[in-house]
Every structure is written in C-alpha cells, then in structure tokens.
C-alpha cells in the first residue's frame, strides 16, 4: 500500500494514542482483561485518580475502552477493551519492541563513544 504524506493519517492514530497513559492502560487491559478502577490504578501507581478517569473517558469516547457499571451498592464499574480496541495491539506490540530496541540502541551508542 502506497502512502501518500499528504493524506497521512498518523496524526489521527497518535491522537487517539498519544498520553503518559493510554498506552499503559491499554496493555494493561489487553494482557489481563477486564479490569476495575481499583485494579488499575493499583496497577500504575504513579497516575493520579483524575488523570486515570480522564484517559479512560478518552478511550472510552474513541469506542477503545468499554465501561460497564453494574447498579449495586456499592456502585461496581469495570472497563475491558473493546473488540475494535483490540484490533490495536500489533501497533502497540510493535512499538514496544521497537522502544526496547531503541533504548539498547542509544546504550550502545554510548558506550562506543
């Protein structure tokens, strides 16, 4: 597939991607499911209660992130990601392993200087 720069769509991906956090939360839902508040603010202990909602809010808008709330006292809510998030994980695979390549990269260069 030919890319033309001029009708490039990076910039729509990265939008949607782009955060200290969403990548984290994203891999977090996709290597151990379905996940309460709790459980993921437990998970990354450096994200603030406000911060965590305003991702999730933002995935959740993006259909990449699926909020159920289930009507019990007290009030339960879970978040999973959704099939169509799902079809994200190759991407994200991908720039991990290109991150973790980059970082050995840089420790090499280094060293050899």
Known sequence: M?????LCRVDDALGILTGKWKPIILL???TKGTQRFSELKRNMPG???????N???DLEEEDIVQ???YPQVPPKVEYSITDYGKSLEPILRAMHDWGTKHNLHKKQKIVSE
């Open 55 to 57: 991702q999730l809010r």
């Open 28 to 30: 977090h839902l996709l």
């Open 2 to 6: 030919e890319i033309k720069p001029e």
């Open 67 to 69: 909020r159920v709330v």
């Open 47 to 53: 994200i603030t209660q406000k911060m965590l909602t």
